[in-house]
């Protein structure tokens, strides 16, 4: 069975910094996208960041540019978000999915690509307040 496990989430004063964590188990696919969603209570579920495991190419959203860094250790099918400078808007719970081909990862910015995600993991909470 293909498992993806988030860890890392927290409570973190305004301006902290939290490591996201996503391991992939059961994975026996050649290339990939991965990537993190967030929710915010009455909001809707947005695409944060994504990577490509074949290039490596990778999306931002424009909120979280030059504050938040995706990274991925494709021998141990793990993916991370070290997130900086953390803002009382960054609050959400945080899910990272993946995406098999075809995939597009500047689709994470688009509102409805969440919907073709084909493996979710359990979210994790992060909770910007002072």
């Known amino acids: 069975d293909v498992q993806l496990q988030a860890s890392g989430g927290g409570l973190v004063q305004p301006g902290g910094s939290l490591r996201l964590s996503c391991a992939a188990s059961?994975?026996?696919?050649?290339?990939?996208?991965i990537g993190w969603y967030r929710q915010a209570p009455g909001k809707e579920r947005e695409g944060v960041s994504s990577?490509?495991?074949?290039?490596?190419?990778?999306y931002y959203r424009e909120s979280v540019k030059g504050r938040f860094t995706i990274s991925s250790d494709n021998a141990e099918n793990t993916v991370y978000l070290q997130m900086n400078g953390l803002k009382p808007e960054d609050t959400a719970v945080y899910y990272c999915a993946v995406r098999l081909p075809p995939f597009n990862v500047y689709g994470w910015g688009s509102p409805k690509y969440h919907y073709r995600m084909n493996y979710w993991g359990k979210g994790t909470l992060v909770t910007v307040s002072s």
């Open positions: 990577i490509s495991k074949s290039d490596g190419t990778t």
């Open positions: 059961g994975f026996t696919f050649d290339d990939y996208a």
